[in-house]
Structures are given as structure tokens and as C-alpha cells.
């Protein structure tokens, strides 16, 4: 979704500002904009395009001390100079930045345009710093103002205003994230932690409804009546190299080979004599668990899926939903139902909405985060931290394969917990799991996916199968491909193909057959049917599976592990194939088009 930043200071804030948008341009890149306040007036820059894009358009003149910034990913009205934030009053003396969607603005602007107001853009933003003009107008301060405007609007979002002549920088949230970041010298106010880590990490999380009123040294937050509440300041262990680029071309390839220092710092200390340690759920924590639903959205749905095929394996009743999907037909739940959402932001909207309803119904819900302090941590009876430390490029990488990890932990406990055994195999696969870190190195360091990555590209298609947890991994495979090389792609369970998509399959149609070591012959049997209409088979699998790997044309191998476990290295191999892909017809691999990370709308 949108980024939204803010930095009040003694000093000059342009130059921070932009850097901060910079960091939060995986929240949205379709255009920018800042506005600066210097003591008398404002001076407002905004346009179409990236971050950088303004940055040439800036020139002298827009400096001061306290300033707002976006990065949009649009909703209400196309990318356009006007649509881009800051949106101001019609005095230009309120200026605002806006992330979510207010859903009763039609109304709130028909009233406003009847009072006189004009309006610029086709935003349902824009409505905000005009309320506020009216509240300015009655005679209120800029506080009051700002706390009139915001109760009146429905919907979700999370807001930031400055006024002229004001050193304040006030700010508001309602089912959209907003952290404050406490500096030395400034202060700071960001969608997420990753704006403003080089300066500060000691972040405090506001909460929907609070009011912040924000100076270059204090801050003090109110409830919608005015009244003071205190909201606890944390520290942030994200180290600010994390979210950086360094020497790599993109983020994502940074990522992808980050996920062996995630997975040693997601399994850390949780893995002792042979056993599961999970800080915050001792054994007996799930014994009144009967049944397990995971709610989550794309990447993060095929995580969950996986986390369901771990626990089915073991006799427990599980299933997974895509969360939107979950909302048009809410499941059966009762205090004996375990809701899991997977969400590394912990912001995604539909998983949130479908999180509520769980625990509105009666639920016990957890959240298998990546952020502390997120929504979904803090909405949640209990969270799990996946520990992958922050994640820039949009397409998901180590959260995924540190999110899986996580769920092997998880499902140990579970099965233990609801069936009064541990899982069958449960000591080699756990000694598998702490030498997956080990493993995921080998495949990062395997050339081979970036020198066979191009030979298929301009195909009619790209094709995934697998059976088991590779089924999960052939649906994230397919949509890791086509959401950064915007290739047509599509995964399948093996099994399925002959029920329809074989139709599809050409020598035109590369297909990875996806194998963990079990059902072999199966699989082998798949790969079979789609060789014989001649379409070129990349197999990729452990370095044991000989037959597999022996009858395709290329073959991608991983290290040989656990079966519960090497779909998790599959997987890594497949990320380097669509970013090596994607690489070679120069896609904006970190920014894809029409995608942002953390959808904070439903
Ligand atoms: C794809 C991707 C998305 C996210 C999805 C859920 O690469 O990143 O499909 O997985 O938007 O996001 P979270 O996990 O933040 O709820």
C-alpha cells in the first residue's frame, strides 16, 4: 500500500524525508511527494513516478525543518500529478498524506463542495485537509481541527498533517500501520520501521484511534475523547544494513541469499535435545486445540498450506483459506478451533478481517508474524515471530522459506500438544530442519538456475507440478514467475493435469516437476504424460531422486534432506529461476507492476 512519512526536527528534514521515502518505496511506486514546512508557509512538490523522479524535479527552496511524505500505490483515481499526495485545503496552509481508503468520502464531499470547497484530485484523500480547513475556520486549533476531521471519516487508513506556521506534525490511524521513530535530534513517523532505521530504532507502535502530536523532541498521544494514553516505547532488533541494498542489483537477489542467516536466526534456540522450544508455548499450550484453520493471502497462503499438509500428515484436523475467500464463507469455529494467520507484515487487510471474525465467533487466534508491533500481533490471543528480519522486494522470498520453517516448529508442538505423541520421524526431521540453513547455502550458491533460467523465456507458458508439500510449492513457484517476469505461469498438483491442463501442455510449455523423494513413481509418471506432447521437462529435485532428475532434459538438484523438508530447497531453486528470469527482460524486479508489498485494503 501507500508509505506515509514524517520527520520533525531543528534541523533541515529534506534530505531525510527522501531517503525515507526511498525505503518505503516497496509500499508503492506509482508516484511521490513531499511537503516541507519552514515556519511561514508550505512548499508542496509531487508528480507522477518514483521517488527519484522527484527527487530531479526538486530544486532549492524546499527545505525546513518539518516536512510529510508518500509513496502511492493507487486506489481512488489513476497515477497522475494531481492524484499524488500531499493533498492540501483550499488556502494551501493544510497539507496531508493518506494511506487506506475512506469509504464514506462521496458524502463528506458532496457536503464540502455545497460549503464552497474546491477540489483538485480525483482522491478520496482530499477530503481531509478540507475538513480540517473547516475546523480551522470555526475557530479551532490545529489539534482540535485535525481530531473533528478524522472522526468524521469511515474506513481504514492511517493519516499525517502539517499546518503552516505549526511545529507539529499531528497523525492518526485506523486499521492502517503508523509507527513513531524516537531519534536524538528528530522525530520521526513512518508506515513502517524501515523509513526512518538508520536513525532510530526506538519505535513506539501507535494504535487505531490514537492522535499523535508529534515535535522535534515530544510526543503525546490521546484517545478519540483527548485523553492521554501511553503507548510503551520498544526497541526494534533490525539491523539498518538489512534494509539495504549493499552490492546486490536488487533486492530481492539480497534476499534470496539472506535466507540462510533468516533460517539460523528463525530456528535460534528453538530447536534443543532433540525437541521443539518455543518461547511463549510451552508443551500443553494447544491441549484444548481440536482443529487448526490457517487464514493468509498469496505467499504466504502457500505457506499455510504447507503448515496444513504438516499437520493432516500427523492426524490433525487442519485446512487453509485464502483469507478473502474465507470472509465470503466464514468456517465453523468455536474455543476449540486454532486460527492461525500467516502474514509476514502482520498488515494485510483481508488476513486481518479474517482474523477478527475467527476470534469475534470464538476462536483462538495466532498470529506467524514477521513484525512485531504489526496489527495482527497485537490483535491476536498470541503471535509467533518468524524472525526474517525486515523484507523490501515486493516478491516474497525469505519470509516464505522462514515462514515454513516456523511451521515445522509450530506443528511440532501442535501435533504433541492435540494428540499426546510427537510426530512420526519427529528427531530427523528436526535435525533436518536445523541443518536447513546449511542446505539453503548449496542452492544459493548452485549457479545452475541462473544459466538455464532464459532458455525457455517468450515460451506460451511455464508450468509447476508437484505432489504433497511440492504442491504448494508448484502454486508459489508459478506466481513468484509471473509477478516479476509477467510471463504467463501456472501451477498444478501432478495429479490434476490429466484432468484438464494437459490440454495446455506443448513443446511450447516448459514444465518443472517438482519432487521431495516421495511418490516417486507417481511423479514419474507425470512427467511421462507431459513428455510425451513434448514439452521440455526441467526436474527439480534432491540429488538422490536419479531417475527424476536423469529422465528430464536439465534438472535443477538440491541437497538430499528430509522429505518433509526439501520442498522448502525446491523452492529456492525456483526463486532463482524467475528472478534470474526476470533479470534477463529487465523487469523491475523489486517494484513489479501493479503490486505492492503489505495490502493494507481489502
Ligand atoms: C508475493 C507476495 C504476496 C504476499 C501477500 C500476503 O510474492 O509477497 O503474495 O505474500 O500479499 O502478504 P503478507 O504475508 O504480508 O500477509
Redesign the pocket.
Known amino acids: 500500500m501507500c508509505g506515509i512519512t514524517a520527520r520533525v526536527a531543528t534541523d533541515d528534514s529534506l534530505v531525510p524525508l527522501l531517503e525515507s521515502l526511498h525505503n518505503l518505496e516497496y509500499r508503492g511506486y506509482d508516484s511521490a511527494g513531499i511537503a516541507m514546512s519552514n515556519g511561514s508557509g508550505l512548499n508542496i512538490c509531487k508528480q507522477e513516478g518514483e521517488v527519484a523522479d522527484l527527487e530531479a524535479e526538486l530544486t532549492d527552496g524546499r527545505s525546513g525543518p518539518i516536512g510529510i511524505g508518500h509513496t502511492r500505490w493507487s486506489t481512488h483515481g489513476p497515477p497522475s500529478d494531481s492524484n499524488a499526495h500531499p493533498h492540501t485545503d483550499c488556502s494551501g496552509r493544510v497539507a496531508v498524506v493518506h494511506n487506506g481508503i475512506i469509504e464514506n468520502y462521496d458524502s463528506l464531499k458532496r457536503s464540502l463542495l455545497k460549503a464552497g470547497h474546491e477540489f483538485e484530485s480525483e482522491t478520496d484523500t482530499e477530503i481531509i485537509p478540507h475538513l480540517v480547513e473547516s475546523g480551522l475556520e470555526s475557530g479551532l486549533d490545529a489539534e482540535a481541527a485535525f481530531r473533528e476531521a478524522v472522526g468524521q471519516l469511515e474506513g481504514s487508513y492511517a493519516v499525517a498533517m502539517i499546518v503552516a506556521g505549526d511545529p507539529m506534525v499531528y497523525a492518526t490511524r485506523n486499521g492502517s500501520p503508523l509507527v513513531v521513530g524516537l531519534g536524538e535530534t528528530a522525530n520521526y513517523l513512518a508506515s513502517d520501521v524501515p523509513a526512518f532505521l538508520e536513525y532510530t530504532d526506538r519505535v513506539i507502535y501507535l494504535e487505531d484511534d490514537d492522535l499523535l502530536t508529534l515535535s522535534a523532541n515530544s510526543h503525546r498521544i490521546t484517545n478519540s475523547d483527548g485523553a492521554q494514553v501511553s503507548r510503551p516505547i520498544e526497541t526494534v532488533d533490525w539491523d539498518p544494513e538489512d534494509a539495504e541494498k549493499g552490492s546486490y542489483d536488487h533486492y530481492m537477489l539480497k534476499e534470496i541469499h539472506e535466507q540462510p542467516v533468516a533460517l539460523r536466526q528463525t530456528l535460534h534456540g528453538r530447536i534443543e535435545d532433540g525437541d521443539v522450544s518455543l518461547d511463549g508455548f510451552p508443551p500443553g499450550t494447544f491441549e484444548d486445540i481440536e482443529r487448526v484453520q490457517f487464514v ?8 499455510g498450506m504447507y503448515g496444513e499438509w504438516l499437520l493432516n500428515k500427523d492426524g490433525v484436523e487442519a485446512n487453509t483459506y485464502i ?1 478473502s475467500e474465507y470472509m465470503t464463507t466464514p468456517q465453523p469455529v468455536d474455543e476449540s478451533t486454532l486460527v492461525v ?8 487487510a ?2 486481518l478481517e479474517a482474523l477478527r471474525s475467527a476470534r469475534e465467533r470464538g476462536a483462538r487466534t495466532l498470529a506467524l ?2 513484525v512485531m508491533g504489526s496489527t ?1 500481533a497485537r490483535t491476536c490471543d498470541d503471535a509467533l515471530f518468524i524472525r526474517a528480519g525486515p523484507e523490501i522486494g ?4 525469505k ?2 522459506s522462514s ?1 515454513v520453517a516456523t511451521l515445522v516448529l509450530l506443528a511440532e508442538r501442535l501435533v504433541r500438544d492435540i494428540t499426546g505423541e510427537p510426530t512420526a520421524d519427529h528427531e530427523a526431521r528436526l535435525e533436518a530442519l536445523a541443518n536447513l540453513p546449511e542446505h539453503v547455502e548449496t542452492v544459493t550458491e548452485d549457479g545452475r538456475a541462473a544459466r538455464i533460467s532464459e532458455r525457455w523465456l517468450g515460451d506460451a507458458g511455464h508450468f509447476f507440478i508437484g505432489r504433497g508439500p511440492a504442491y504448494s510449492v508448484a502454486l508459489e513457484a508459478a ?2 514467475f509471473k ?1 516479476i517476469t509477467y510471463e504467463h505461469a501456472e501451477g498444478f498438483a501432478a495429479g490434476e493435469l490429466k484432468h484438464g491442463p494437459l490440454a495446455l501442455v506443448t513443446e511450447e510449455t516448459p514444465v518443472f516437476a517438482i519432487g521431495t523423494g516421495a511418490y516417486r513413481k507417481r511423479l514419474q509418471s507425470n512427467v511421462r504424460e507431459v513428455k510425451s506432447r513434448g514439452a521440455p521437462v526441467i526436474a527439480v529435485a534432491p540429488r538422490s531422486d536419479e531417475e527424476l532428475l536423469d529422465g528430464a532434459s536439465e534438472y535443477l538438484a538440491v541437497p538430499a534432506t528430509h522429505p518433509d523438508l526439501v520442498s522448502i530447497l525446491t523452492n529456492v531453486q525456483l526463486q532463482l529461476v524467475a528472478y534470474h528470469a526476470a533479470n534477463a527482460m529487465n523487469r523491475a524486479i523489486d517494484k513489479p507492476r501493479n ?1 505492492a ?3 493494507t485494503v481489502e
Open positions: 493468509a493471502c498469496g505467499t504466504s497462503y502457500h505457506a483469507s494467520g500467516v502474514t509476514q507484515s502482520g498488515e494485510t483481508d488476513t508474524t514477521n495482527a515486493v516478491a516474497a522470498t519470509t516464505y515462514q506466481l513468484k509477478e503490486l508489498k503489505s495490502v
